[in-house]
């Protein structure tokens, strides 16, 4: 059984987990899917991608930026069947540029070359979060790799 | 329009000396002609012979002719005259810089007296100059002959060209076209003289000499459409092609003279001479705010070009583990390295970033998709708003169109200590940055005891990893603070107590309600007396007793500082003002949740940083994200919060008996991050437990505080949460600060934690 305490200001209350069984009551406000001041997951509400996004780590920012915005900008409009079969000029060239700079995007690791360096580079606070956002991603997930797009690359819902 | 009235008033003088002249012929042919009606009336009204009235009237009507002919036709060939003259003086002080000093002068140029409203000119060039310049222009009355000749200097300014009298520093270009206006007639004159420099700099290679030809292509065609404009009854297309040539000459020196002392290239540490004149994104202060505005920046603006100044020697890198990890690390060259690891086995650097992700800064201006430069080493003493440029310790001038101020803050010190003497100085640390560590990393090797003054998280943090270590070492550590117990301001006192408990074990040795009165070095050690008469005697104090807010710029920069929590005055979108934003420590900002506050934790600087960013690139939007903080103090407590924390406010704490499951170690064991909080962020650095270290804590007592939730509430909103070893669970609680409602029962808000989970 719970059982509470007071000291001074501060309450103190001792909950077993039956206590916590019952769902809880507690009222929240519903989320606005719109509201301008939210982040956003990976992918903004009119389709376009967050390039501010932290799961992005830093590579949209680096100096193989401009690569892979294209590439996955390329993928992300693409309609092919085979989605992104037409962008592999663009995933070339940004292979090519991160090759360049292995201390950056290290070579070793094929998927998530930024989880290495930029990762954890600048803990955001991210956009993910509440309930009714979408999953916008553990950072392995919806950065593509240097070497493929790869499906799970594609924007959760959106 | 300032266009216009720039070149107007370049061609002033000009207009002035050919409309006087034409004034005076006029003003006699109008006079003759007033004596004219004169004559004759009295002609008429004399009622003289007609006939000699008429002959009269002819030949008064043709001298009149003659006259006004004469006068139209001197001020025409004048007016002729007058540019070709003023290009042979322009070639002849063109021929001058031959002799002038080299560029530094030039450099230093950034023009003090320059650049009202340089900001749109000099930038144009920067960014994706010639399509904004092109636009620029048409808006006014727009020249067509006048662009053509204008893309020829740009085409070939590229090519150091000496005959083309470009700029090189477009700022220079443009400002003299601003100048104008400001300083009025003076200006061609002084721009004249100034010619002298530039065209002595283009035949030399300059970095930013790619930059003139879009500077000169701004400048040369604001100039022809600024002319058509303000002179319309001399021929635009006439003047506009020689104006052109001349007006961008002329703006080119402007800078020349104008700093005539700024010392050539004041020795530099980091980088030679002149790096950079111009940033388009400026960002003073090189912590974490500056990287994650750089970032956002970065993702937002393609190609944009970043400047990061900093007074540190490193590249910016992240605080947390200077107090957590490092000191966990088996590495015992970790001092150097800065690596640590995180649960999930991999490595990292402290640093955001290696050095290959940075452009030089020389490199910055033509790096073909823009970068983020750091000029490490650098001090900025000075910020010119109204000329938006600031000035460096050095003496070097950086002009910008955004600003950042993210300066951070500097340690506190005790008075006390400052009072004590050289002898206790060199035996205190104020821990803040690498060299913090470091040193204090060396001299925990050499001591026998180390006393820490302070008992919040810093404090209360690095007197864990030193007790921690205190068996190895053979240190004695000890802690002392004011308050009652570690996180007093923090946590209520319940817990605060628990947490020393904690603190205890890990081999500390805690003294509370501590107040220092006195410091002296006496027998080869640092002796402190205590108000209550104690007296503790150690080697070597850390002095962990809060962060001073870096508000040096504020006096010149005119920037608000708040005189309840310290920092630059912004507003819900961190700005101080227009083109200034201010993010990290140094920030007190309002939040529309919760009020005007400053915030020093690192996920809050991360998140300052990065809407800072997204504002400077033209996003708009308030502070709304709350940021969040941690602590770990040992394995057995670690938790995290969100939103104002404050021990003083009232609380209620739920919590359930812990388990051996429910600490940070086993918390992030389980969810294979080995990173308590990366599911929250796309990584953070946590503390690394060195599990072999320390016994598996028994937590089987009455009043066990294992983990929970607690709530602080003011007028009964919810406006804090700390999750007490309860993690993954930031977004329930950033979700309840944000609605901001009042709950009759927090129990029933506990339940929504699901705190008896893992």
């Known amino acids: 059984m719970s059982y509470c305490r007071q000291e001074g200001k501060d309450k103190i ?108 580079a600048a803990p955001t606070a991210t956009d993910e979060t509440a309930p009714t956002n979408e999953k916008d991603s553990g950072p392995a997930e919806s950065s593509p790799t240097s070497e493929e797009p790869t499906p799970t690359a594609s924007p959760p819902k959106s | 329009m300032l266009k216009c009235r720039t070149v107007w008033k370049k061609l002033a003088p000009l207009a002035r000396n050919s409309s006087t002249l034409c004034h005076q012929n006029a003003k006699r042919a109008v006079l003759r002609n007033e004596k004219r009606p004169g004559l004759l009336q009295r002609a008429q009204m004399s009622a003289g012979p007609s006939g000699g009235g008429g002959t009269d009237n ?46 530094q002068t030039e450099i230093q140029t950034a023009a003090p007296e320059a650049t009202k409203e340089l900001a749109e000119e000099a930038s144009e060039p920067q960014s994706v100059a010639d399509e904004e310049s092109v636009p620029s222009t048409p808006s006014e009355e727009p020249s067509p002959s006048a662009e053509p000749p204008a893309e020829l200097p740009s085409e070939s300014a590229p090519e150091p060209s000496a005959e083309e009298k470009t700029s090189e520093e477009p700022l220079v270009t443009s400002e003299p076209i601003q100048e104008t206006p400001v300083e009025g007639p003076t200006e061609p004159s002084a721009s004249l003289a100034e010619t002298t420099e530039p065209p002595l700099e283009t035949p030399t290679p300059e970095p930013s000499e790619p930059f003139s030809s879009p500077a000169v292509v701004e400048s040369a065609e604001a100039i022809p459409v600024a002319v058509a404009e303000s002179t319309p009854e001399v021929s635009a297309e006439q ?116 050095p290959s992700f940075y452009v030089d800064p020389t490199e910055l201006a033509k790096v073909e998709n823009g970068g983020v430069a750091v000029l490490t080493g650098r001090k900025v003493v000075h910020m010119d708003v109204r000329g938006n440029k600031v000035r460096l310790q050095d003496g070097a001038e950086i002009s910008y169109d955004k600003c950042l101020i993210a300066t951070g803050g500097v340690p506190r010190n005790l008075q006390v200590i400052e009072r004590a003497g050289d002898e206790v100085m060199q035996r205190t640390t104020l821990f803040r940055k690498i060299e913090d560590f470091k040193s204090l990393g060396k001299v925990s090797r050499e001591i026998k005891s180390v006393t820490i003054v302070g008992g919040g998280f810093l404090g ?167 940021s969040m903080f941690w602590s770990d103090l040992g394995p057995d407590v670690g938790y995290e919060a969100i939103g104002i924390v404050d021990s003083s406010l009232p609380t209620v704490g739920v919590f359930a008996k812990a388990t051996a499951k429910d600490t940070p170690k086993a918390a992030a064991e389980k969810s294979g991050t080995g990173i308590r909080s990366e599911s929250e962020t796309e990584a953070v650095a946590v503390s690394v437990k060195a599990g072999t270290a320390t016994p598996p804590s028994p937590t089987h007592q009455t009043d066990d505080y294992g983990k929970g939730v607690i709530f602080y509430l003011r007028d009964k909103v919810v406006v804090g949460v700390v999750l007490w070893n309860v993690f993954n669970r930031m977004p329930i609680a950033r979700k309840i600060i944000k609605d901001g409602e009042e709950h009759a029962d927090l129990n029933e808000v506990a339940k929504l934690f699901n705190i008896h989970e893992d």
């Open chain 1, 13 to 120: 209350i001792f909950v077993t987990k039956e206590d916590h069984e019952a769902p809880s009551n507690a009222e929240l406000v519903a989320d606005d899917p719109n509201d301008p001041y939210e982040d956003h997951g990976l992918i903004l509400p009119n389709g376009d991608i967050n390039w501010n996004c932290p799961c992005l780590g830093g590579m949209a920012s680096g100096p193989c930026g401009q690569q892979f915005k294209e590439a996955f900008s390329c993928f992300h409009y693409s309609k092919e069947e085979v989605k992104g079969s037409e962008c592999v000029e663009n995933f070339r060239n940004m292979q090519e540029c991160m090759q360049r700079y292995p201390e950056l995007y290290p070579q070793d690791d094929d998927n998530e070359p930024s989880k290495e360096t930029d990762d954890a």
């Open chain 2, 58 to 103: 002819t030949l008064y009507y043709v001298l009149v002719g003659a006259t006004c002919l004469g006068g139209a036709v001197y001020a025409y060939s004048t007016l002729r005259g007058d540019k070709q003259r003023y290009q042979d003086r322009i070639s002849e002080i063109a021929s001058r810089p031959n002799k002038a000093t080299q560029e």
């Open chain 2, 239 to 354: 003047i506009a092609p020689p104006v052109a040539e001349s007006a961008s000459a002329a703006p080119t020196p402007a800078a020349a003279p104008v700093t005539p002392t700024p010392a050539p290239a004041a020795p530099t540490e980091s980088t030679p001479a002149p790096v950079l004149e111009h940033a388009p994104y400026l960002l003073i202060g090189g912590g974490t705010a500056s990287f994650a505005a750089a970032r956002s920046i970065r993702a937002r603006d393609p190609g944009a070009r970043v400047l990061i100044i900093t007074d540190e020697p490193d590249l910016p890198y992240m605080r947390p583990p200077l107090s957590k990890e490092l000191w966990f690390s088996d590495d015992p060259e970790v001092t150097e390295s800065l690596r640590f690891k995180q649960w999930n086995g991999k490595e990292r650097s402290i640093y955001f970033q290696p």
């Open chain 2, 460 to 626: 209360s943090e690095l007197a864990c990893a030193l007790g921690r270590r205190s068996a190895d070492l053979d240190l004695e550590v000890i802690q002392m603070y004011p308050e009652k117990g570690n996180m007093g301001k923090v946590l209520p006192e319940y817990l605060s107590n628990w947490t020393t408990a904690k603190v205890r074990k890990e081999g500390v040795r805690v003294i509370t309600d501590a107040v220092v009165k006195n410091v002296s070095f006496k027998n080869g050690k640092v002796e402190i007396k205590l108000k209550d008469g104690r007296t503790v005697k150690t080697d070597h104090i850390v002095a962990a007793v809060g962060l001073e807010p870096s508000v040096e710029l504020a006096k010149s920069a005119g920037l608000e500082v708040d005189s309840d929590f310290g920092g630059y005055r912004v507003n819900a979108e961190l700005q101080a003002r227009s083109n200034i934003w201010v993010a990290g420590d140094a920030a007190c900002f309002y939040d529309i949740k919760l009020g005007r506050r400053r915030v020093e934790h690192h996920d809050h600087a991360v998140v300052s940083g990065r809407l800072a960013g997204e504002n400077m690139t033209g996003a708009n939007k308030p502070y709304w994200h709350q």
